[in-house]
C-alpha cells in the first residue's frame, strides 16, 4: 500500500482544473491523490471536494470527493484568462507537494500544467521550467527529464535552452551524468534489470564520421565508450532520423537525445494524448501530464484528461516498485 499522490494546483486558469475532475470521475486512476488548490475553484468544475488538514486524511476522503488541502486563489479562475495575482498560489502549491514528499507523507508529486511567464510575471519564478524548479527544492544538481509514451522513453540531455545554445551545453560529462541517472531509474522505478539506452547523434546522420560536424565524435561517442565500460548497455551516437520507428524502439529501452525537441517530437507524434513527463534524479517521484494550459479550450469541456490519468497511474506504478523493493 502505497501514500496518495499529491496533485498540484498549475495555472488556476488553464485546462489543469477540468481534466482533474475527469480524471476522478473516471475512476481509472489506481491511487488516491489529494490536490493543493482552491476548493472554490475545483467545485465550479463541479467536482465534489473534501477539505483535509493532511495528506493522511486523503484516502478515506477519497471516495466522497476529491481531497483538497487548501490553497486560496487571490482572484477568482477565469478560464482562459490568465492572472498573475494568482501566480503565488500556483507556486505555493508546487512547493508544498514537494514538501509532503520528501516527508514521505505523499508517494509522488504530480503537476498540472503551469504557464511559466505568468509565474515569472506575478511570483518572481526564475526557473525555465517545472523539472529545474523541483531540482532546487529539493537541492539537486542534476534532474532529469523523461518523456513516456506506450512504446516510447526519451530524455533529453539539453532541455530548456534556444537550439543554438544546445552545442555549446552538451558535454561528454553531462551526457555521462544524464545517462547514469537514467540507466538508475530504469532499474528503479521502471523494474528493467539490464536497461539497453540508445543515445541519438547531435548532427545529421550523427556527424557521418566528422562529415557534418564533430561533435558525435569528440562529446558523444567518448561519453558511451566510458559508460560501456561502466558495464551499461549503451550504444551509440545514432542517426536521430533512423531511430524511433517501429522496428528501431524494439531495440532500446530509453532513448537518449540531444536537445529537446529531437526527444519530444517523436513520443509526441507517437501517442500525444497518454504522454507523461517524468523527472528523474530526484529524491522523490514526480510525473506530469505532457501538454500545456490550452488556454483556448479552458472551460469549454473539451479537455481530454488521458495524460493525466496516465501521470497519475504511473507515478502509482513507481511508487508500487519503490516500496516493493524498499528503495527510497
Do not use: W
Not at 102 to 111: E, K, L, N, P, R
Not at 127 to 156: C, D, I, N
Amino acid at each position: 500500500m502505497i501514500n496518495p499522490l499529491a496533485l498540484t494546483m498549475g495555472d488556476p486558469a488553464g485546462i489543469g482544473g477540468e481534466i482533474i475532475a475527469k480524471a476522478y470521475l473516471s475512476g481509472s486512476v489506481r491511487a488516491p491523490f489529494f490536490c493543493i488548490d482552491d476548493p472554490e475553484r475545483l467545485m465550479t468544475l463541479g467536482l465534489s471536494t473534501v477539505e483535509i488538514s493532511h495528506p493522511s486524511e486523503a484516502e478515506a476522503a477519497f471516495p466522497i470527493g476529491v481531497p483538497v488541502l487548501v490553497e486560496q486563489l487571490a482572484t477568482p479562475a477565469i478560464p482562459g484568462q490568465p492572472d498573475p495575482s494568482n501566480a503565488q498560489a500556483t507556486v505555493n502549491s508546487i512547493s508544498r507537494a514537494v514538501e509532503f514528499a520528501i516527508a514521505g507523507d505523499a508517494s509522488a508529486v504530480v503537476t498540472t500544467p503551469i504557464n511559466k511567464k505568468v509565474l515569472y510575471d506575478g511570483a518572481r519564478f526564475s526557473f525555465p521550467g517545472h523539472t529545474e524548479f523541483l531540482g532546487s527544492l529539493a537541492g539537486v544538481k542534476t534532474s532529469v527529464m523523461m518523456l513516456a509514451a506506450p512504446g516510447l522513453r526519451v530524455v533529453p540531455t539539453t532541455i530548456h535552452i534556444p537550439l543554438s545554445e544546445a552545442p555549446k551545453v552538451l558535454s561528454t560529462p553531462l551526457i555521462l551524468e544524464t545517462a547514469r541517472i537514467l540507466n538508475t531509474s530504469l532499474i528503479q522505478d521502471f523494474g528493467i534489470s539490464n536497461p539497453r539506452i540508445a543515445v541519438a547523434g547531435l548532427n545529421p546522420h550523427a556527424g557521418e564520421g566528422g562529415a557534418m560536424g564533430y561533435e558525435d565524435l569528440s562529446i558523444i561517442a567518448p561519453a558511451v565508450r566510458t559508460l560501456q565500460e561502466e558495464g551499461l548497455t549503451i550504444f551509440g551516437p545514432l542517426p536521430a532520423d533512423t531511430m524511433f520507428h517501429a522496428t528501431a524502439r524494439k531495440g532500446y529501452d530509453a532513448a537518449l537525445c540531444t536537445y529537446h525537441d529531437q526527444a519530444l517530437i517523436p513520443v509526441k507524434m507517437l501517442d500525444f494524448a497518454k504522454g507523461v513527463n517524468i523527472t528523474l534524479g530526484l529524491p522523490f517521484i514526480r510525473t506530469s501530464p505532457d501538454h500545456g494550459t490550452a488556454y483556448d479550450i479552458a472551460g469549454a469541456d473539451q479537455a481530454d484528461p488521458s495524460s493525466l490519468i496516465e501521470a497519475l497511474n504511473t507515478a502509482a506504478e513507481m511508487a508500487e516498485r519503490r516500496t516493493s523493493s524498499g528503495a527510497s
